[in-house]
């Protein structure tokens, strides 16, 4: 698919020409977005340079082609309009997003897109590393709704404190979250892991402030549980160490130090990826401590071929106790790249997550967006995640 304005550079493609329209997409921005037809857009990605390859690479994938005789790139694919996702620019075999907001080198976020995206590292994880990506957001991207702090509403406390696990064999930090004025007696607690993420790239305290003070959600806690990249993989597991975690060592200790967490089996629990594949484990598993949970773009292919069968967990909710738990469900439609070693896709694997607990009896809010695998759609979809579970 190739764009008219492309298209008519091959026809002048001058140095008069190319510095002519590179001007004016230096006003406009990058990438070149145009209607195509109904409810989609084609979208071109530029870039001037000199290059052996480069692609528009992350949750995308498409190659740029160098305008013959310049120094001008292009690539173009047709895409839906409320498409939102993250991408950067990568040189030859690269595939890794960049660790600084640097438009040079192997992998770049795009130099003419102003709208950029930080995936910070935990400042207290030494294995942890930055992370830097370019926003694709098309005309018709739903709006941003509940993720910015209002000056009219007031901002709950955060504390970050540590808690000591045999199961871990190390002490865990963990960040409460209370909102201003509320007794936290009793208060029902929301368990997040990637608690770092949690609290930054998916806006959470914000989010939990704004629906608190419009009145849409009662009061509640946030438990945001933090960890080691290096070690996440087999933190965020199904199986004992994970349940003794979280119902042995975290819920006592933030009962014990903080007073939240509902007696009556009133909590969330909540994550994203392989901490969503956990949340759903947790619900499962008890029910008498979690009402809902919360998995954004779960990784229901868990275990990967080599490890045993996928799809362990989506197995199992055929053999779950019919219960009182909500489950909120969402994954991209752009999530379709196989998993590790052979798995399922991410989308085909949480389709039959869904449907296994539908199946099953549980109350399930599914949700398929136009977008991938990122923060930057599951932020958005973190408020609705609230109120389809908790009101």
């Not at 510095?19 to 230096?26: L, N």
């Not at 052996?52 to 994938?61: L, V, Y």
């Not at 890794?96 to 130099?111: A, E, F, N, Y």
């Not at 607990?357 to 990122?374: A, I, K, N, S």
């Amino acid at each position: 698919m190739l764009s008219p304005r492309i298209a008519a550079l091959l026809e002048d493609s001058t140095p008069e020409a190319v510095d002519r329209f590179w001007a004016e997409i230096t006003v406009t921005g990058t990438p070149l977005v145009e209607p195509y037809d109904g409810g989609r857009s084609l979208v071109t990605f530029l870039w001037r340079g000199e290059a052996t390859a480069i692609r528009a690479w992350f949750n995308i994938d498409v190659p740029l082609t160098r305008l013959p005789g310049t120094d001008l790139w292009h690539g173009s694919a047709v895409y839906p309009s409320d498409l939102r996702t993250i991408y950067c620019l990568v040189h030859d075999d690269t595939e890794r997003v960049p660790h600084l907001p640097t438009t040079s080198g192997p992998t770049l976020i795009d130099p003419g897109n102003p709208k950029i995206f930080h995936l910070p590292a935990d400042p207290d994880d030494p294995t942890d590393s930055d992370a830097w990506a370019s926003i694709l957001e098309l005309p018709d991207a739903p709006p941003t709704m509940w993720t910015s702090p209002q000056p009219d509403t007031p901002a709950g406390l955060l504390h970050t404190d540590t808690l000591p696990s045999t199961v871990r064999g190390t002490d865990v930090r963990a960040t409460v979250y209370l909102p201003l004025g509320a007794d936290p007696a009793d208060l029902p607690v929301i368990v997040v892991f990637d608690g770092y993420a949690g609290q930054t790239m998916m806006r959470m305290p914000a989010i939990l402030d704004n629906l608190i003070a419009a009145g849409r959600i009662a009061p509640m806690a946030a438990l945001f549980v933090h960890g080691r990249d290096e070690n996440r993989n087999n933190d965020l597991t199904p199986g004992v160490p994970i349940e003794q975690f979280v119902v042995d060592e975290l819920l006592p200790w933030a009962r014990d130090t903080w007073k939240v967490g509902s007696p009556d089996g009133g909590n969330v629990v909540a994550g994203m990826s392989r901490g969503g594949l956990v949340a759903a484990f947790l619900a499962l598993r008890r029910p008498d401590l979690f009402r809902a949970a919360i998995a954004h773009s779960g990784s229901f292919w868990w275990p990967s071929p080599n490890a045993g069968e996928p799809g362990r967990l989506i197995r199992d909710v055929t053999r779950a106790t019919p219960a009182d738990v909500r489950f909120y469900l969402d994954v991209g439609l752009l999530e379709t790249m196989q998993g590790p070693h052979g798995a399922p896709s991410q989308l085909d694997a949480c389709r039959s997550m869904r449907t296994a607990l539908l199946d099953r009896g549980f109350p399930v809010t599914y949700r398929e967006f136009p977008g991938g695998h990122d923060y930057v759609n599951w932020q958005h979809n973190f408020a609705d995640a609230i109120l389809a579970t908790c009101t």
